[in-house]
């Protein structure tokens, strides 16, 4: 589901801060002298590994469904040929973030059919 791969995306970008705080982390065991280089890349390269394994599972995951861009027809011209489409319209974020609550229309109450 959509709320599945928001999740998913979330904890890919936290793995990433992770690994960002790893490097910070090995850069400083080696600059103390408790680790040598080979040592700390070692590291930095399983985690690497491990990352890429989850991002080309989500992006098969998301292929499922779609995938995130339609592939380009060539029989069809680039988006940039013809007139100006104008100012392109951005998806909500609240149509993604599960925290959003829905905005209640005015008058205080939502109508149902």
């Not at 989850?54 to 040929?81: E, H, I, T």
């Amino acid at each position: 589901t959509l709320q599945a791969e928001h999740r998913q995306g979330k904890r890919i970008q936290r793995l990433a801060s992770l690994t960002i705080d790893l490097a910070v982390h090995t850069t400083k065991l080696m600059e103390s002298g408790r680790a040598t280089h080979a040592q700390a890349i070692h590291v930095l390269e399983q985690e690497l590994a491990q990352e890429r394994a989850q991002v080309a599972a989500l992006k098969a995951r998301l292929s499922q469904y779609g995938g995130l861009v339609p592939p380009a027809d060539p029989a069809l011209p680039p988006p940039s040929a013809g007139a100006s489409p104008g100012r392109k319209r951005k998806a909500p974020l609240s149509l993604f973030n599960p925290n959003v609550r829905a905005r209640v229309p005015q008058g205080g109450r939502i109508r149902t059919g």
